[in-house]
Nanobody, 122 residues
């Protein structure tokens, strides 16, 4: 089992950048595929980016491709989401999640953090 805690959210102007972190407890972090999801007000939670366990394979939602970068440091039990060229439509609560399978479906993720708010506004 793994416990996840996100940090790094905040208020940023359009075009700005933020880096989110997801700290994991336990010694099995590297055995999980990890992902970032987000939920905007009045909308369903959606997949943002995912990363494999050790090879660093990554995949992204089309809406963030080229602007966001997911990464992980298994030695530090931490995953990151570097967000550049932020847009108002990126405003949402961002969640990190862990899965036993390589997937973009939230149904496949068993472990979730509490979320961190990202607001993009001038």
């Amino acid at each position: 089992q793994v416990q996840l805690v996100e940090s790094g959210g905040g208020l940023v102007q359009p075009g700005g950048s933020l880096r989110l972190s997801c700290a994991a407890s336990g010694r099995t972090f590297s055995s999980y595929y990890m992902g970032w999801f987000r939920q905007a007000p009045g909308k369903e939670r959606e997949f943002v980016a995912g990363i494999s366990r050790t090879l660093g394979l990554t995949y992204y939602a089309d809406s963030v491709k080229g602007r966001f970068t997911i990464s992980r440091d298994n030695a530090k039990n931490t995953m990151y989401l570097q967000m550049n060229s932020l847009k108002p439509e990126d405003t949402a609560v961002y969640y990190c999640a862990g899965s036993r399978v390589y997937s973009s479906s939230q149904a496949d993720y068993n472990y979730w953090g509490q979320g961190t708010q990202v607001t993009v506004s001038s």
